[in-house]
């Protein structure tokens, strides 16, 4: 039910040049802006007579503006991930604060940060920009381990692909040799990428989690159960570190 119209004085939450924003109709003369503590939430208040195209054409000249004073909060860790500034994004291990552009989709990474580009200020663009990075890396970093993996193991598939993957960090279809590796996997230290590379490799000569496959695990990577417990610990974790404000150290 999109702008329905309110006769309260609560306000309505709309999305206005890609901000959620709380949009309240007074008897005021011009349109104010304010961005709130503590997680930056961002309040309009207009004039009920002023159309709604309008306001969202003030709220759109005003997005530098925006940017910058939302990245003075922290981000708020019950709303919605946006990919925008102030949030944070993981890289192999490591937590990078996020800053947003408009322009050729890509990621570029500073000194302090990464730098997230998508053709308009929309955060599902902005995931997808993230994502199509986050595959380049796994793939890249996996084509580099698996010559040693293979020559370790004697194992080689016949294809290895990188893919989003909603429950599995890999997985090994051992009749085609083929492999499958999520792309959020270059969230994870790069032990992590190791780890599950060398777990799906080892599926082309063991099907299953048997004593067999476990023996070999050991063998090729005698601390793998510390790795997978780390990957399953930061997974947790992961869910929410795009929006915790980093501890002090
Ligand atoms: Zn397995």
């Known amino acids: ?18 901000f959620p924003v ?38 759109a000249g005003k997005r530098a503006w925006l940017d910058a004073k939302i ?21 192999w291990g490591r937590r990078l604060r996020l800053h947003s552009r408009v322009g050729a989709p890509g990621v570029s990474l500073t000194q302090e940060g990464m730098i997230l580009s998508a053709r ?30 293979s020559r370790m193991t004697g194992l080689s598939p016949a294809s290895l692909t990188v893919r989003k993957m909603a429950r599995r960090w890999g997985t090994c279809y051992h009749r085609k040799g083929a492999i499958h590796l999520s792309l959020s996997l270059a969230e994870y230290p790069p ?16 099907p299953d ?21 780390t990957l399953n610990r930061l997974q947790r974790l992961s869910a929410s570190a795009w929006a915790e404000t980093p501890d002090p150290e």
């Open 1 to 18: 039910m999109p702008n329905e119209p309110t006769a309260n004085n609560a306000g309505e939450r709309v999305t206005l040049a890609g």
């Open 71 to 91: 990245a003075t909060f922290p981000a708020d860790p019950g709303r919605e991930r946006r990919y925008g500034e102030g949030e944070y994004a993981l890289l």
């Open 22 to 59: 709380l949009l309240l109709r007074r008897r005021v003369r011009r349109v104010t802006i304010a961005v709130l503590p503590p997680f930056g939430a961002v309040r309009v208040t207009a004039p009920t007579s002023t159309p709604t195209g309008e306001i969202e054409r003030i709220v």
């Open 120 to 149: 308009s200020d929309d955060p599902a663009r902005r995931a997808a920009a993230l994502e199509s990075f986050y595959r380049k890396e796994v793939q890249n970093e996996a084509e580099k381990l698996l010559p040693v993996l």
């Open 191 to 206: 032990a992590c990428l190791s780890y599950v590379l060398l777990h799906e490799l080892l599926h082309l000569r063991y």
């Open 209 to 229: 989690h048997g004593r067999d496959f476990h023996a070999a695990l050991d063998r090729y990577m005698p601390d793998n159960r510390e790795v997978s417990a």
